[in-house]
């Protein structure tokens, strides 16, 4: 196609696998929260929504043309589906500090990958790209870190077979395991067994290179940057209600991207730490800038609102297509609130801070119908329970229900926590610490550059002291 593929004589070129091991570079374990001297105070931004940055490379990589992004995530989720793309042949080049450009191949351009494609740890670019793998007719072998090589696949791999894709999987449908995509690709209509944004998302980019039209139904929203960005980019998604409830999204298939820019808004689910320590760090004001707010992601500000947290949205504005604010945080009592199951998509990554919150609040907070964090990074039902409790905190899990019971003092902390190749379960721990009557530990600190590096040295902007290394 004669596309320019950037590759740049004078620029160096850090090639995504770089970064990886720069990345790794984080303090290590362990990592102690601990009280800081003062409150907590400033100013910050925090790094790039990490589901949009997936799907920002993965669109830019089908789309032809050349794609910009300003504010990618460069996690090492991130990081592996940029390497991903690349190896099946599309440019991707970083030109600066969350600055990537992207030179397309257009749909069903993709090449057969030369090695093993090593999705690390990230759910979110194992299942996205399995759904792109599915109708490209080619083979390719997928595996992650052990985390990933133990959470279900079955959830994308049973609607993608329907496709008309190949897969041989280890024992239970988990990774490591080689995909066929479809030689002749049938559109299907599937129904969401569980609310999921990465298997909605799989099916709509498998039926991207199909022929037809094919329609997921979800009976409960989940997060929507699939559809809002496949629009972006040119193709024809229509939304409309689904009988019975829900949404049916129909996506026309074999359309032309078009390459288009990207902003990627500051990510939500990982300014929620800086929110919290906000919140329950005795007299601190904290601002953090430019959050998306996607109200299919922003569950957790109506969560905490309704314990009675303290949160100013200022200076509302649109930012790469998406509502974004600046939130200023005052701390102050929280009390223990009810939070309904239908909640859990608009935040499903944000419990495991939730529940930190709840321990600092005064009296119960439930929080209903979580069967789902069973099968996250780790099953976070349990890093909750295990941990809360070791920190002195009154918890408990009821069927799919978390439930916490606060004196509305600081918990007692004063434990080491197994971070379980969890970034978020390390994130809460340490802002667990920062608040409790003794310190809290974790075990390891690196998994938290999957999803938000520099996490340690901006938190500590506001205050928080965390040990810095290296
Ligand atoms: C994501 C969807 C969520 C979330 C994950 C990112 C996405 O998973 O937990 O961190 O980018 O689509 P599920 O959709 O499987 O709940």
Not at 96 to 121: F, H, Q, T
Not at 154 to 169: E, I, K, M, N, Y
Not at 244 to 250: A, C, D, L, N, V
Not at 411 to 438: C, F, K, N
Request: glycine share 12%; with cysteine.
């Amino acid at each position: 196609m004669g596309r320019a593929r950037g590759r740049g004589k004078s620029k160096v070129r850090i090639m995504p696998d770089d970064l990886i091991s720069h990345s790794l570079q984080v303090p290590g374990a362990p990592l102690v929260g601990a009280r800081p001297k003062a409150p907590l105070s400033g100013t910050i931004r925090v790094p790039g929504d990490k589901s949009i940055s997936h799907r920002a490379l993965m669109l830019g990589a089908l789309a032809v043309g050349r794609t910009e992004i300003s504010g990618l995530l460069e996690g090492e989720d991130v990081l592996c589906t940029a390497a991903a793309m690349r190896a099946m042949g599309a440019g991707v080049e970083r030109l600066g500090e969350g600055r990537w450009r992207v030179d397309g191949v257009g749909i069903g351009g993709l090449a057969e990958p030369a090695d093993v494609l090593d999705l690390g740890n990230s759910g979110t670019a194992a299942r996205l790209l399995l759904g792109v793998l599915a109708t490209h007719n080619f083979t390719s072998f997928v595996t992650g870190d052990a985390s990933l090589r133990s959470r279900p696949m079955r959830r994308v791999t049973d609607p993608l077979s329907r496709f008309g894709a190949a897969f041989s999987t280890r024992e239970g449908g988990r990774l490591p395991l080689a995909v066929t995509g479809a030689i002749d690709p049938v559109p299907i209509e599937y129904t969401l067994p569980v609310p999921s944004a990465q298997v909605k998302s799989a099916v709509l980019l498998a039926g991207l290179n199909t022929p037809g039209e094919t329609t997921v139904i979800e009976p409960q929203a989940t997060r929507d940057h699939t559809e809002r960005m496949l629009g972006h980019f040119g193709a024809t998604v229509r939304v409309a209600p689904a009988d019975g409830g829900g949404k049916r999204i129909t996506i026309v298939g074999q359309p032309e991207l078009i390459a288009a820019p990207v902003v990627v808004p500051a990510d939500i689910s990982s300014a929620a730490f800086a929110i919290v320590a906000g919140l329950i760090v005795p007299g601190s004001e904290v601002t953090v800038e430019g959050v998306g707010l996607n109200p299919s992601r922003a569950g957790l500000l109506a969560s905490l609102e309704e314990m009675g947290a303290d949160i100013a949205h200022l200076n509302k504005r649109v930012e790469g297509g998406e509502p974004v604010a600046d939130l200023r945080m005052r701390a102050g009592a929280l009390k223990g609130a009810d939070i309904p199951p239908g909640r859990a998509p608009s935040m499903i990554d944000e419990y495991p801070i939730l529940a930190v919150a709840a321990s600092c609040a005064k009296g119960r907070t439930v929080m209903r119908g979580l069967a789902e964090l069973r099968v996250k990074e780790s099953d976070r039902l349990a890093a909750m329970v295990t941990g809360l409790a070791a920190c002195g905190v009154k918890v408990a899990v009821e069927g799919d229900d978390l439930i916490v019971d606060g004196d509305g003092g600081p918990p007692a902390g004063g434990a080491t926590i197994e971070t379980r190749l969890d970034h978020r379960i390390a994130m809460a721990y340490l802002v667990l610490g920062l608040a409790a009557r003794s310190p809290v530990a974790i075990d390891d600190a690196r998994p938290i550059a999957t999803s938000f590096p520099g996490f340690v040295p901006l938190m500590n902007r506001l205050g928080a002291g965390f040990p810095e290394i290296g």
